[in-house]
């Protein structure tokens, strides 16, 4: 039987999908409790990334430092979580950023949160502090704080093989390397190679002093109505499979497929945004990955119950670093990161950098773009190699940047500048530093250059957690030219146009909010594959709560309001939704956008109106908060002026 | 059907460990998402490399030799071997069984033997299994 939100008596047994169950860790104390979920966060905001940022608005100062103790972080899975819906891996994790500031809000795949949803909780809550290195032990309600004295200093490679041994095979675990340890703002959680990358979450959890999150389960998540969730799951399959560029280069490469493309659209960032097109791009093709077999083995390994697997496991077989370094996984982001927008085209130079950023469990977006920056301020003369113990930091120079990204992840000697990110670095070093730093809310803006795509103007501009490769990656619809039907988009748009209406950017952004709060991954709707409809209809399926579309997106466009309510109270403005001036000044300097420059003011405009904000507030108004349900919020807003 | 020619085919080379097989055989034969349940089970031999462990539908079912209550058959469809309702998971199987592919799970409270029993038609593993890694 399906009820409607209203009749659901929402006290969360009758819910099925969700397993009702929350785990709050008080590190300082050392108490573990458990408790139901909060309906009235569900109702709201539905899960994952939304309950995360919820906690943060009620139980965290608004002004709180993201490294003291009074921070939390919360992991998050979304009721999809651990089902068989196509890439059901993911794990929200929620925290004041250290490197922006603002919300922090990072997810990832492996196999960790559907674990976690086997053990029996939606989510889990570290408050507090240790007292000294600890790792905490889930096995079902069995929950352990552990002592990792033996586990501090070590990579997070070592952490997990560590603790694999320790606690056996079947463990899934989660865990920081040096970079949290030594709180670097840019570090990152990792999970089996995945990674919460963004927003310093690794620093955060260094701060908690917890090393690791073990977790063991064997509970059932439980399905309302088991014929109807395989019917449309295999709806969602189809359409994913459906899409020719999804279920061809991207299945089969992962995401690096995308570097062609946006590099023949002018979308490609080229030495720290000096170009928006690489010249030498062919040698960094993932072709040339796979036809190189004497030099790297390729394996897939799928997170949790993905359809598209773009997860892969290299091993660099031999080269100058070595023979047989497990180098991990190569992302588009990451290749981007540390290839064109550093000037490298060399393989070997970027899998060995993305070694040391995996092992240390630093961001390899904030990392590359770090390296991109102080190469510019480099070849600016702004540092010189005294700065740099004596690395000549010129574009292109990979084995200077591995160096130095070794050094970042340690603290050693120059790295301690730059293992903040590049903002603080550029604070640091003062002069002119700041004019290269390319940055939007303090996180490095990934690998999309703004001139090539007005949405991706407002994407990076706008995004609530800093300048974000994900809320949306909107260049498929108009640099690329997608259409997405079913959110409304049906003709195609101008990616040159600032002063175009941002309506259609608004659905787009809150469906992609919307796998974030659902459990799954960005990646089946990236190309416009996944039907906001179906997925609507999957999570009705699972849960027995009626719902349709609308609604899904409303509670995304609730969660982005908090995330921007949130920021409002620790001084976020529309000033902080600024790109770099780069973009307004310099022209593109290739390819489709050659010689555009962005209209910053007029996009945000557009945005803006489409989302009902306050153009100088940056939040919504008090009118749209009312229609979202959400007037406390606006009231909590004022209470605390 | 011949025994033992119909049964889950693996590809180990293919699989890329995403387990969307283990979880959707618990969905389709139990209603509801069971790590324990699980007819095909994944494991990592090394980073990368997968094993696939599912019932062989062996034509001398070893399975069956021992079991107290006769619950376990040869399905005259499919070929499959199945077991009964009348399963009173006292765990002989799984004992005898020489590649572990039966698990013992707990269902509404009582403890069952669990295998592969070919859906009782098309593998449901096999229709999700993205990289055709299994066929039958």
Known sequence: MLKSALEMRWDGDEMKGYKNCVLRIDLSSKNISKEKLNMEYVKRYLGGEGYGVALLWDEVPHDTEPLSEKNILSFNTGPLTGTPMASASRISINFLSPLSNTIGSSNMGSHFGAEVKFAGYDSIIFEGKADKPVIVVIENDKVEIKDAAHLWGKNTRETTEILNEELGKEYKISCIGQGGENLSSIACIFSDDCFAGRGGAGAVMGSKNLKAVAVKGNGKIEINDKDKFLEINAVAIREIRDEVYTWGPVHGYGTPAWLDGANECGLLPTRNFRQNQFEKLEPIMPTQLWNNREKFEVRRRACYSCQLGCHKYIVMKNSDYGDDIGVGELEFETIAALGPRCGVNSYEDISMANYYLTIYGLDTISGGATISAAMEWYEEGIITSDDLDGLELNFGNGKAMVELLRKMGLREGCGDLFADGSQVAAEKIGKRALDYTMTVKGMEIPATDPRGSSAMTVSLGTSERGACHMRPYAATIDAFGYLYPDLGVTEPKDPFDDKESKEWLKSVKEFFVVTNLIGICDFNVINCELHATTLAAIYTALTGIETDKEELLRKAERTIALERALNYERGFRRDDDRLPKRFMTEEASGGPPKGRKVDMESALDKYYEACSYDKEKAIPTKEKFKSLGMEDVYNGLLANK | ?136
């Open chain 2, 1 to 136: 059907m011949k025994p033992g020619v119909i049964k889950v085919r693996v590809n180990p080379d293919l699989c890329q460990g995403c387990r969307a097989c283990e979880s959707v055989c618990s969905v389709f034969h139990l209603g509801v998402v069971d790590p324990a349940a699980t007819g095909i089970k994944i494991s990592e031999k090394k980073m990368g490399h997968f094993k696939q462990n599912v019932c062989q539908q062996c034509s001398d079912m070893v399975c069956a030799e021992h079991c107290p209550v006769d619950a376990i058959s040869r399905d005259s469809f499919t070929g499959a071997v199945t077991i009964s309702d009348a399963c009173i998971g006292c765990g002989k199987c799984a004992e005898d069984c020489p590649i572990d592919a039966i698990s013992m799970i707990e269902f509404e409270g009582k403890p069952l033997a669990y295998k592969c029993d070919l859906c009782g038609g098309v593998p449901e593993c096999v229709k999700i299994c993205p990289r055709n890694a299994l066929g039958w």
